[in-house]
């Protein structure tokens, strides 16, 4: 079932299936702001990562000497969420560990998604709670896809409300892994901005680590900011499909990433992971903002 929200400026819809954004419609024109999932180029449109973003070396994770399959991004996009509130300008949903769970992923927890609107802004708020006795590791992070023309759009990259220089991207291995590289492509930027283009992502996402930036803003072809996508976190990437010229772009604010090719395995030594005590929780959010 579909949820939706709405105000002056935007209207919202979401999924209880996966709490995935399905709809963002700018009220001003009408215009649709997300990817609608056309399955012959990806057929999602803005899962939540959890508890894995991205891969596991050779799909699989290490704790406490068993080891657990899990595919890439996690289950949690795969499963039906519980509302739990609703409002006019809010949607609270939940997600509790179960026998299914356990098999891939060895934690109980609490996973709560909570979208919100004021004004032009979509904040999107994620809270992890350890309801295990064991201390928890786990990843999470977005993958909303905003519709673009690969052909004539920007990007801007920002930090601190200032336009960078420059960027760097660690590269995706070309082994069909989906796992990290020892590779790094640099980006020259003019006032931030950076041209779309297929061959940008000629070599899979773009891994932007270090805190870099803090705020992408998708440009037209005459460089007028159409929204933005705040990324308070860690690292973040870039993604169109390889090779297929599709018609959107997944800025992707991340609290973790796949695995570097050769990785040991142990899900407690996994890089940029994050851990919780149990009954601790973890709590962040990001802004979709309609410019």
Request: charge should be negative.
């Amino acid at each position: 079932m579909n949820y939706t929200i709405e105000n002056n400026n935007l209207k919202l819809t979401v999924a209880e299936h996966g709490a995935e954004i399905k709809s963002l419609i700018r009220k001003c024109d009408n215009k649709e702001m997300m990817w609608q999932a056309d399955a012959a180029f990806w057929g999602r449109t803005s899962p939540v990562l959890f508890p894995v973003v991205g891969s596991y070396y050779q799909k699989k994770s290490v704790y406490d000497g068993k080891t657990y399959e899990m595919g890439q991004h996690g289950f949690a996009r795969d499963m039906d969420f519980a509302l739990v509130s609703e409002s006019e300008n809010k949607l609270v949903f939940e997600l509790n560990s179960d026998d299914s769970t356990h098999e891939k992923y060895p934690f109980d927890f609490k996973l709560t998604i909570t979208y919100v609107i004021e004004e032009k802004t979509v904040k999107v708020c994620w809270n992890v709670l350890n309801t295990d006795s064991r201390k928890m590791y786990f990843s999470i992070g977005a993958h909303p896809a905003f519709n673009v023309d690969l052909d004539t759009d920007y990007l801007r990259f920002e930090k601190a409300g200032e336009s960078l220089e420059a960027i760097t991207a660690n590269v995706i291995d070309g082994d069909g892994s989906g796992c990290l590289s020892d590779e790094k492509d640099n980006y020259s930027l003019e006032d931030g901005i950076l041209k779309m283009s297929d061959g940008l992502f000629s070599k899979d996402a773009l891994v932007i680590e270090d805190e870099q930036a803090d705020k992408v803003t998708i440009l037209d072809k005459d460089k007028k900011p159409l929204l933005s996508v705040t990324c308070p976190t860690p690292l973040f990437g870039v993604w169109s499909p390889v090779a297929k010229h599709a018609p959107f772009v997944c800025i992707e604010p991340w609290f973790g990433r796949c695995d570097r090719v050769g990785f040991n395995q142990k899900l407690e030594e996994r890089e940029y992971g994050n851990s919780l005590n149990p009954s601790e929780a973890f709590d962040s959010e990001y802004q979709i903002i309609l410019e």
